[in-house]
């Protein structure tokens, strides 16, 4: 007869086989806040050999997990307890969804016999319900013979078809169920093919060449589809073989080096409204274009040529022409072989030249004002500096928000390789810096630099103990002007308080890092911003740098200032 030992050795439970789930898939980080019902989950999952990398708050390792999945192409993992952990995860899973990152919010939850009839639990949520209108899919596991499924579904969900964030419900009651060990390994799936190839249809690419080939003033938009998609090397060729001018969404930029003689960049207003054809590769025409509604050259509308994985974005704003369904590297490896099939002519040398000079003056006017050596700085001389750094180490991943912060730097700052530009993305959400940030360094490797507006650093600024504990190699810049937008605002009743957009003058954010055994430094001028950064980066070590900027510096709500409403009636 078997001891009580052994037969314990033959047992497997929900925890064991979740983790066991997720290991054979080869998903090893998981980024998490621990707490009831899923402590011990991250106990065992360390002791299986996971990453489990503990945050302060949910919302920044869900932003951690969004991010993680947009580098990898593979399911980022948010942990989290139930109901409030939940919640906090679920902004983040909100924000994978509408910027095509693949992603998996897995939360523990209470029980459903109690919280169907809403008997109040601990933490009672019916969690499922509200997190489906969030994501792409949702799903809940109620017994630890369907882990493996639930998991399964789960990955593929997320990254097949169009990307996005995926809700895995996992009640408490789940984890300590027992069953015979071989019967819970043989339940497991291991996801085959988890993002199948989508192949373009022939005459989908046909139709396209013939709309590309007749343009007198084509452009192609690159977005952060492109950069995800990771078909680095067939992107940079259609460019370079059919000669169009490209554009590179904010995430986009470095898929082709910022200063590729294509790149239209400089000249972002220009092309935009004196193209008369557009292909949109892993771009969606939303308010970042605003809508594919303005200007044409020439007397016809504009017309687009449409590469999306998401046969649902065609027509989502205006018409498009040419359609081209399925995945970026496919669709771009068709195109190409239709290219050199047919007698191709490059774009005429008038629209290429009217854009050369067009970024030729941009790029002088600009490099003038990035040479001031200002104190206190303002954007220009404190980006400057920057620019020369990432510049210097290419592979740095700038990561970017605020609001003048995040505008002048994405247009200061060349970048140079895929996929180092890391953002606020689709919505503008502030507080995705840390996350972004922790996960940008545990995922590659390489190192960070955070470039972040002073209220923008705040929604996520205690992650700097989390990037201190793990001793990540981070340097957050703030851009502190004491203020969102700017420090200047006055409340004009005269009251005590400060005006609504003011924050405490002449905080140290560098004591913060300092507090946690990282390295604070306050800076004035460019030159020592560009040191501060250097020695950072050298030493990988948790830096913070204060960047002092002039408060008076920048405008409100950067370069989207026209999107703020106006009162008919006037201020007060
Ligand atoms: O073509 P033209 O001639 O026009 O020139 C363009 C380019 O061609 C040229 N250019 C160049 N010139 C020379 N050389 C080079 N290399 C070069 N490259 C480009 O430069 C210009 C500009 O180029 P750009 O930027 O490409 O073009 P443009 O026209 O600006 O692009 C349009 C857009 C729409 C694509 C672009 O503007 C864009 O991507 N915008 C994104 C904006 C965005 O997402 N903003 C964030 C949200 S703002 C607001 O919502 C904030 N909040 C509210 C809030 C939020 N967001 N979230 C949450 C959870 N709660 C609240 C808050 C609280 S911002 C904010 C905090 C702000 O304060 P901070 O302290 O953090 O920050 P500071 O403002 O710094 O104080
Ligand atoms: P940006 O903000 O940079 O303009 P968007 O987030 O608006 O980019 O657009 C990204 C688009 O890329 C989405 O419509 C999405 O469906 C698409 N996409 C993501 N991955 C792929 C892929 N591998 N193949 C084709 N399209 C993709
Ligand atoms: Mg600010």
């Known amino acids: 007869m078997a001891t009580k030992k052994e037969e314990v050795a033959r047992l497997t439970d929900g925890f064991h086989l979740v983790i066991d789930a997720l290991k054979l898939n080869n998903i090893k980080t998981i980024y998490n806040v621990p707490g009831i019902p899923i402590t011990d989950l991250g106990r065992y999952m360390q002791a299986a050999g996971m990453r489990v990398l503990s945050f302060r708050h949910e919302q920044n390792a869900g932003y951690a997990a969004a991010i993680a999945g947009f580098l990898t192409k593979k399911p980022g993992i948010c942990l989290t307890v139930s109901a409030p952990g939940f919640l906090n995860g679920l902004t983040a899973l909100a924000h994978a969804t509408t910027n095509c990152f693949p992603m998996i919010l897995i939360s523990g939850s209470s029980e459903r016999e109690i919280v169907d009839l809403q008997q109040g639990d601990y933490e009672e949520m019916d969690q499922l319900a509200i997190a489906r209108p969030l994501c792409k899919a949702a799903y809940r596991v109620l017994n630890a013979e369907d882990i493996g499924i639930g998991i399964?579904?789960?990955?593929r969900a997320s990254v097949s078809g169009r990307p996005g964030g995926v809700y895995l419900d996992l009640p408490a009651k789940l984890f300590a169920q027992v069953m015979d060990s071989d019967v819970g390994e043989s339940s497991l799936v291991k996801v085959v093919d988890a993002a199948p190839r989508q192949l373009p249809?022939?005459?989908?690419?046909?139709?396209?060449?013939?709309?590309?080939?007749?343009?007198?003033?084509?452009?192609?938009?690159?977005?952060?589809?492109?950069?995800?998609?990771?078909?680095?090397?067939?992107?940079?060729?259609?460019?370079?073989?059919?000669?169009?001018?490209?554009?590179?969404?904010?995430?986009?930029?470095?898929?082709?080096?910022?200063?590729?003689?294509?790149?239209?960049?400089?000249?972002?207003?220009?092309?935009?409204?004196?193209?008369?054809?557009?292909?949109?590769?892993?771009?969606?025409?939303?308010?970042?274009?605003?809508?594919?509604?303005?200007?044409?050259?020439?007397?016809?509308?504009?017309?687009?040529?449409?590469?999306?994985?998401?046969?649902?974005?065609?027509?989502?704003?205006?018409?498009?022409?040419?359609?081209?369904?399925?995945?970026?590297?496919?669709?771009?490896?068709?195109?190409?072989?239709?290219?050199?099939?047919?007698?191709?002519?490059?774009?005429?040398?008038?629209?290429?030249?009217?854009i050369k000079d067009k970024v030729e003056s941009n790029i002088i006017r600009m490099a003038s004002r990035l040479q001031n050596n200002n104190i206190p700085m303002d954007y220009h001389g404190a980006l400057g500096s920057l620019r020369t750094v990432i510049k210097e180490r290419p592979e740095t991943i700038l990561v970017n928000e605020g609001a003048n912060t995040l505008d002048f730097a994405r247009s200061i700052i060349d970048m140079y390789q895929p996929r180092k530009r890391l953002d606020v993305g689709t919505w503008g959400v502030m507080g995705v810096g840390m996350g972004t940030a922790i996960a940008a360094a545990v995922e590659t490797g390489n190192p960070v630099l955070a470039i972040e507006g002073d209220s923008a650093f705040g929604f996520s600024g205690m992650e700097i103990e989390t990037i201190c504990r793990y001793n990540l190699p981070i340097c957050v810049v703030v851009f502190n002007n004491g203020g969102i937008y700017r420090g200047t605002d006055v409340n004009p009743t005269g009251d005590k308080d400060v005006a609504t957009t003011v924050f405490v003058k002449e905080a140290r954010y560098d004591k913060m890092m300092e507090a946690f055994g990282g390295v604070g430094v306050n800076v004035s001028s460019p030159d020592e911003l560009s040191r501060a950064v250097n020695a950072a980066i050298d030493s990988a070590k948790p830096t913070l740098v204060n960047a002092v900027i002039d408060e008076a510096a920048g405008t409100e709500s950067g370069r989207i200032g026209n999107l703020n409403p106006q009162s008919v009636v006037g201020k007060n």
């Open 152 to 155: 399964a579904r789960a990955i």
């Open 201 to 354: 249809a022939p005459d989908a690419i046909d139709r396209a060449l013939d709309v590309l080939k007749e343009a007198k003033r084509p452009l192609i938009i690159l977005g952060k589809g492109a950069a995800y998609s990771q078909a680095d090397d067939a992107i940079r060729e259609l460019i370079e073989k059919s000669g169009v001018p490209y554009l590179a969404m904010s995430m986009a930029k470095g898929l082709l080096p910022d200063t590729h003689p294509q790149s239209a960049g400089a000249a972002r207003s220009l092309v935009l409204k004196e193209s008369d054809v557009v292909m949109l590769i892993g771009a969606r025409l939303n308010w970042l274009l605003s809508h594919g509604k303005g200007k044409s050259w020439g007397d016809k509308p504009k017309q687009f040529i449409h590469i999306d994985i998401e046969p649902r974005e065609m027509d989502s704003n205006v018409e498009i022409v040419a359609p081209v369904v399925g995945d970026i590297g496919s669709c771009v490896e068709s195109l190409l072989g239709g290219i050199a099939s047919i007698e191709w002519t490059p774009p005429s040398a008038a629209w290429t030249k009217l």
